[in-house]
């Protein structure tokens, strides 16, 4: 590492205006061998900092000196010495961690693929052979008990797939062998079938529904092994078992990026507070699943297709900006849609400058509208993502940016698929179990109370009446 005498950074008057924001006369020296913390809200402008000190965006003016030299002109070697972790990252998803490697190794050439290796090694990354044993015990554990369709899933199909699914887990309680065991490696394994079994639950029982409630024909297809859970529930649900990859690509990220979200969340913390008390893995997946089945919660993205469904029967002229502005306003001051003030699949409580989830999301929307005719409707959601987080922050009157979330996409590309809206929440638990199952088995490792939530009544207090003293 080469020693510098001068300051490590030197920031003046730098300039960066974007539509809607502006980082403006920014000065700062930093003393070589110093530590400084950028801190800030969202939108206050660290990150457009970082990329312009890195060169990665360009500036409107001002200067920028990384030990010495301009930003623009640094050497390789010098770019080499400087570390950086973005919040998104710019490879492809197909790529593998040791792909990542060797492309890494040819762009810095002080990469260290021993030390590399061991940070791999160290996060229990698997590589290739584990990976294709993984899939095989999926596929081995993606059946059903002998007659369960028939038994369980027919003889008594709801108009509500959660209800279904709900009720299946619960007697799957029945054919197993050890369900009360709450060892770790019991655990691992009910996890494993549930994850494997989940697809096969909530396809056959829309079938169910399909053929007792609609009176369309009932056709079950047996789960291909060879097939990945996004390919198999696509050949399930279709009578003619056809997909193209782009679509069986597209469920598959979906259900990646619904998988896990933290522990926050409802019918996660669900499964941590009721796992705490002891109880089978059965009974928590199926608290897990009634606290999923809320529209506030999982229902939220059959939410923003009925909103989008109002929106094309009351906006005449999708593409004008203005008059889709209209229709945002009036579901803000509750004159349209449900009347609830709410404008669905905008805003989270954790994510305000972006959901990456929905980031991500937003790359392969596009390439489906395109590939399956809807791309008039694609840029209506393109549209309303471009107004709707502006009109929200607005009327919250806050500083904070807002986003789109997840919701706002999942349910456009579910029925691009041709998904049917009664399969949209139950696609949401699909992905979900992988992570109830980590968060159960999180809380029996970690946790020996049961919780107890704090608990104050706001109601009014009465005077006890004896029952011959009352009216």
Known sequence: MTTFETNALEINDLNKNYPGFSLNHLNLTLPSGCILGLIG?????????????????????????????????ATTILKEEIGVVLDEVGFQECLTPLQIGRIMKDIFHNWDPSLYDQYLQKFNLPNKKEFEEFKKLLAHYRSLPTSFVRDVIMKAPSFDM????????????????????????????????????????????????????????????????????????????RLDSKYTELEARILDIALVLHAEHGGGNNSTFTTHVVSSSGTDTYSTIAAALGSLKGPKHGGA?????????????????????????????????????????????????????????????????KKLSE?????????????????????????????????????????????????????????????????????????????????????????????????????
Not at 60 to 65: A, M, P, Q, T, Y
Not at 221 to 236: D, F, G, Q, V, Y
């Open 41 to 73: 809200e969202n939108g206050a402008g660290k990150t457009t900092t970082i990329k312009l000190i890195l060169d990665i965006i360009k500036k409107d003016s001002g200067s920028i000196r990384i030990l010495g030299r301009d930003c623009t002109s």
């Open 162 to 237: 959660m209800n279904t699914l709900s009720r299946s887990v619960l007697t799957l309680y029945s054919y197993d062998e050890r369900p009360n065991d709450i060892s770790i490696s019991n655990v691992i394994r009910q996890s494993l079938q549930l994850i494997a079994t989940f697809p096969l639950l909530s396809v056959y029982g829309y079938h169910a529904y399909n053929y007792y409630y609609k009176e369309k024909s009932l056709v079950i297809h047996t789960p291909k092994p060879e097939l990945s859970t996004a390919e198999n529930i696509l050949h399930m649900l």
């Open 301 to 365: 993205n059959l939410k923003v297709m009925q909103m989008f469904d109002d929106m094309k029967k009351n906006v005449k002229d999708w593409t004008n900006e203005e008059e889709v502005k209209k229709y945002l306003e009036d579901i803000l001051d509750k004159k349209a849609f449900d009347k609830s003030g709410l404008i669905y699949g905008v805003g989270h409580a954790i994510y305000t400058k972006s959901d990456p989830r929905a980031k991500i999301f937003e790359r392969y929307v």
């Open 371 to 471: 590939e399956k005719g809807f791309e008039r409707e694609y840029e209506l959601y393109a549209l309303v993502a471009k107004i709707a987080p502006k009109l929200v922050s607005e009327r919250r009157r806050t500083h904070k940016s807002v986003c789109v979330n997840i919701d706002f996409y999942s349910g456009f590309i579910y029925s691009m698929l041709g998904l049917p809206l009664e399969l949209y929440t139950p696609i949401f638990a699909i992905a979900r179990i992988v992570g109830w199952s980590a968060h159960r088995i999180e809380e029996l490792i970690n946790a020996t109370k049961i919780i107890r939530p704090a608990y104050m009544s706001v109601m009014e207090h009465k005077e006890y009446k004896d029952l011959e003293d009352r009216e």
